[in-house]
T-cell receptor, first 110, second 113 residues
Framework: DAKTTQPPSMDCAEGRAANLPCNHS???????VYWYRQIHSQGPQYIIH???NNETNEMASLIITEDRKSSTLILPHATLRDTAVYYC???????????FGAGTTVTVRA | NAGVTQTPKFRILKIGQSMTLQCAQD?????MYWYRQDPGMGLKLIYY???????DKGEVPNGYNVSRSTTEDFPLRLELAAPSQTSVYFC????????????FGNGTRLTVT
């Protein structure tokens, strides 16, 4: 059963912020939200993760709604190198594994 | 650190042949994983290991075997290759705990004909 729902694709203009939505309406209290991306069939790359609070690192920001049923990954200034498939994953506290869905194919256009 | 290293990068097998996909990590991670990715699809977990000597099945273990004799290495064995095993195989590792991200290798592209 899919734990997350993401749009299959989206476009973004270079230099603009890219906002990637993810719905996880059945998330449990002990489940984290993880974001990974996969560039051109390379191995997936970790971006960011969070439990309740918003998080920011050098790559992106993660905004989680107060009810935790959805989240948004923000790439603040998208570049052409950000073109990739982005995966939103819900991971339980006692689950060491990641389950990947189909993700969102993000195309950054010049 | 080299991170997670997978060999070979590419391989073509004939039906019925066997091979071992190698995976090594130099980050002293306890947890290691094997995923496969079919064209246009997400990754599916084949096997994982929480430490040396301990392995467990993932979503799609049929046709594969693993062993974990050391912390560093986690080889994946295909005994009787079938066309359905044509895929890209990714190895990953992580430290203990759910709050630790997985680090992936760059994959082995396997074609079975």
């Amino acid at each position: 059963d899919a734990k997350t729902t993401q749009p299959p694709s989206m476009d973004c203009a270079e230099g603009r912020a890219a906002n990637l939505p993810c719905n996880h309406s059945t998330i449990s209290g002990n489940e984290y939200v993880y974001w990974y991306r996969q560039i051109h069939s390379q191995g997936p790359q970790y971006i960011i993760h969070g439990l309740k609070n918003n998080e920011t690192n050098e790559m992106a920001s993660l905004i989680i709604t107060e009810d935790r049923k959805s989240s948004t990954l923000i790439l603040p200034h998208a570049t052409l190198r950000d073109t990739a498939v982005y995966y939103c994953i819900v991971r339980a506290y006692n689950d060491y594994k990641l389950s990947f869905g189909a993700g969102t194919t993000v195309t950054v256009r010049a | 650190n080299a991170g997670v290293t997978q060999t070979p990068k590419f391989r073509i097998l004939k039906i019925g042949q066997s091979m071992t996909l190698q995976c090594a990590q130099d980050m002293n991670h306890n947890y290691m994983y094997w995923y496969r990715q079919d064209p246009g699809m997400g990754l599916k977990l084949i096997y994982y290991s929480v430490g040396a000597g301990i392995t467990d099945k993932g979503e799609v273990p049929n046709g594969y075997n693993v062993s974990r004799s050391t912390t560093e290495d986690f080889p994946l064995r295909l005994e009787l290759a079938a066309p359905s095993q044509t895929s890209v195989y990714f190895c990953a590792s992580s430290t203990t705990g759910v709050d630790s991200p997985l680090h992936f290798g760059n994959g082995t592209r396997l074609t079975v004909t």
